[in-house]
């Protein structure tokens, strides 16, 4: 079994200064939606093309400490016959690995769900770690809406995930909890922040439960943000502060690391949100705040490539833009300027 020392060491690693977690774990059925995008058809060849030119990115590893992978993607070789695996090792990139089996409608309580995938484990947890894996994730859902969510949907996902992240702390894998407040809807960004606290107050209550090890633990939390079809639109720096606040009256300050999730803000949008964070409360938070964005940093990159090799570079300077955004984001110094002036480039 992993010491202690090792999961923090790794968990430290995952919220390095400067850099953040790409989240490239999308399922079969969940990359389908992104290749219709494109027009690209949902091959095993297709997906692990995507992914060989995002892994392949030269320099990804100064702003990337970590990629999430799908199982399918975890045991997958680059053109050359790299397994991604080793690849992202050499690149100074730790490998990680969802292991959730997806949100499935929750027993009773219509519009909502419960995250599956806790059967069996402990042992898929096992061969995850003797594959490479150093770090796993799992996401709850918690939808808004009326009179929703209820008791139930928030204590049984904060259960699941703390089952989970106890699990794969005893196979020596640092556990990310993701409970993610959906934006769908048009409730107010005070609804979203009354929801988002009490989400995760009932996280670390159940993480408490479950003996789990918060120095060796990273939060995945989504922003407090308004709703997306709700017709006042909180700004930059309200979204920062309320997040923050509610952030530090919910999170013990000995978690390793707050990456947040980007839940389908637009990009630039939140690069902006993140650096709105990291600029005004600079000094001031108790722990690294940093990204692990999914369709954030590959939204790009995906329109980019349009499943054409020739496409390729491109792609990866796509992906490469957008991480470095995010890196100068997750200490502050992220700027329309910065922003512009590599567009022009
Ligand atoms: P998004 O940033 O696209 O929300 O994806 C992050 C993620 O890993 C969701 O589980």
Known sequence: MASQQDLIATAQAMVASGKGILAADEST????????????????????????MLFTTKDLGKYISGVILFDETLRQKSADGTPFVDLLKKNGILPGIKVDAGAKPLAFCPGETITEGLD????????YAKLGAKFAKWRAVITIGKDI?????????????????????????????????LMDGDHTIDRCEEVTEWTLNSLYDALYLNKVLLEGSVLKPSM???????????GVDEVAERTIRTLKRTIPSAVAGIVF?????????????LNAMNRNFAGKLPWPVSFSYGRALQAPSLKAWKGAAANVAVGQAALLHRSRMNSLAST??????????????
Not at 164 to 180: F, K, L, N, R, T
Not at 225 to 232: D, L, M, N, R, Y
Request: glycine share 6%.
């Open 29 to 52: 059925g969940t990359i389908e939606k992104r290749f219709n995008d494109i027009k690209v058809e949902n091959l095993e060849e297709n997906r692990r093309a995507y992914r060989d």
């Open 120 to 127: 069996g484990l402990p042992k898929r947890c096992q061969e």
């Open 149 to 181: 969510p209820s008791r139930t949907c928030i204590e049984e996902n904060a259960h699941a995930l703390a089952r989970y992240a106890a699990i794969c702390q005893e196979a020596g894998i640092v556990p990310i909890v993701e409970p993610e407040v």
């Open 224 to 234: 407090v943000i308004s709703g997306k079809s709700c017709a006042q639109q909180a």
């Open 261 to 273: 999730l980007s839940g389908g803000q637009s990009d630039e949008l939140a690069t902006a949100h």
């Open 332 to 345: 502050g110094k992220y700027s329309d300027a910065e922003e512009k002036q590599a567009k022009a480039a």
